[in-house]
């Protein structure tokens, strides 16, 4: 009786300690209710097609740091930020820089004529009925990932960025 | 106060560490307590916790703190208290569409709020530590129960009859007397009156002993309501696993389907209808104000069943179940909830027909399809040709003069075209077109058009040719699949409950020796109608006692 009794007790401590640990855990690591992204998560997974039916996923870049920006051509400062994007993603490129920028699910023309005005080299996807936007918890625009090689959130900026910003941010980003 | 020394009784039964009263015949083990005259104290029938040990070893003392009463209520009772501060302020959770929370509580609550705020008190119930607690208290309630459950059923199934004088006489309700005759006789009289009564009698060999017992099963109903609690409590904790719970909100302008995240359902609006009390049904202190009356949202419910998350296709989708939705009224499908939430009766344009007028000819084509997100490109129109050029769901000049949209949202559109046709300039020449009227003559598009707006123009005939939301719902869409499981261990829990509170589970032990009757008797409440009931049965044998002479002392309640 005594080492069977001994068993019991060590099945209950154990399954105390994976369901007691489950749930405790879950609460140390959830993401906030409001779904706000925080240093340190890792970012929603997305798949989006760019204009020429090209689909990308996040994990396509995996070890490599990544920008991921949200901008739409109804909101200034994100238009203003483009052409800042696209001097730092072309002095930056070589070093293994991407940049991903994911339009607010804007029409296909709105979206043809504005990449043709700026004339941008890195990849521009699609979002679809604000699944994305929705899913990295967007509040306003732009807002901008900076994600590390590691597939972890650097930090997220709400609001328009100058090019330094962008500069500095990049720098840490590739760690220099 | 464990003591590991002799734990065999003198009746021969060799006891486990911590037997108070002998497993065997109820004699008292520990001696200051053969020495006291006191009732005893019956708890778990005397018998020694599982838990109990000499030796005890790492996972022992993890074990005995768990398996500790005293424990279990601090933790109940600092649960209580921590639950009480998380109704000090709303909760985070309950705030809709807050994304900056710490504002609110310091805006709000001033300083005490910020601190609230800071102690992280604003998600009491998903603190790491409130479920550290309540995982703990379950752990108390698995421990204690079977600690306690397993002696005291082993106790109670193997009971012996002949009890040691020590025992019976120190009971908190005792009779002791003369018997005249035949002492079987007499026990076969007595136990024939508790019978009648529901008792359960067992006699030994002798015929001279006799143990009478009636609801046992009583003394299981703490343990079916620890088994609910448990249940409760694992189904709280479930609510943290992934697709277990939601609570969110969607937005459906009419018309549309709206895919609710997390979720591979998507809905659709019918139709959202809305009626408001006319002034004679309402008091004069609400005259003139809209009152919502009833509102109902035609909704359908869509399941995607390929293309879900292919950027490239739009998914496909499969009706599943349609409803009206009104308050209180929910569309259920599977565990998923759909209840009527808000409303906006803010219009949206979705699309126009216009046609396109030769003001030289007076001949008109079309209609032709407008929608006023991914149009067609190019619209042939008799002679004519459109080519949509650019195209902007709020029109607007910005800082340099640029035509630019300031939203996403259809609130005044325009179109660029590039129309080519008889008496055209065979690259085509630039027409601006605004659908709604008020943006026509804000945005002056006859002088934008110059003498372009001469030749041609593009106007939609009648409402008929205008397709337009006129509202937009909002629902809350919830789905809890713990509930049932609250439910069940809700319901264990109070059958447990009432096992436990209405019936008592009741004993009576007697012996005679040489003529002499010793009778004891217990019962885990109600001992007055158990004295009641003894006192009735030893009537009826010829020994007349008042119910309360067999008070032996004691807390009986």
New interface residues.
Partial sequence: MGKS??K???V??IA?FI??G???G???F?QN??G?LRPGDKPPAF???DLD?N?FQLSDFEGKPVIVNFW???C?PC?REMPEFQRQYLKWQEKGLTVLAIN???????VQ?FVKRFQLDYHIL?D??R?TE??Y?L?SYPTTFFIRSDGRLMEAVVGGMSEEDIDKRVERLLEL | MLVPENTKCECGHQNAVGTVLCESCGKPLLEELQKADTPLEMRYDGVARRSQKTNPSIIDRVWNFFSSVKIAIYLIIITFLTAMLGTIYPQENSFINNSEPWLYYEQTHGLPGKIYYALGLSRTYESWWFIGLLVMIGTSLVICSLDRVLPLYRALSKQQIRKHHQFLHRQKTVYRGEVEGNAGEWVDQFAAQLKRKGYTIHTDESGAAMLAEKNRFSRWGPYINHIGLILFLLAILARSIPGWQMDTYVTVPDGDTVEIQGTNYYVKSEKFTVDFYNDEELPDSLKGKPRPKNFETKAVLYQCVQDCSDPLKSPQLEEVTRHDIGVNSPLQYKGLKLFQFDFNLTPRLNAVHPVLVDKTTGDVYGPFDLPMKDSALVHKLGPFTLELYANYMEFALDSEGKPTTLSREPNAPAFVFTVKGPGLKPEGEPYMYFPMQKDKVRFSQDSINRALADRIEIRVDGMENVDFSEATTFLNVRMDKALSFLWVGGIISMIGLVMGTYWQHRRIWLRIDEGKLSLGAHSNKNFFGLRAEIAAALKKTGIEVEPKRLDNGGNNA
């Avoid at chain 1, 607010?104 to 709105?110: G, I």
């Fill in positions: 009794r001994r019991i007790q060590i209950i401590l105390v369901i007691g489950y749930a405790i879950t609460t140390l959830a209710d409001n706000q798949a989006l097609a039916g689909v739409g051509s109804f200034e238009v607010l699910s804007e029409d296909t023309l709105t004529n699609r679809i009925g699944k929705r899913s918890g509040r």
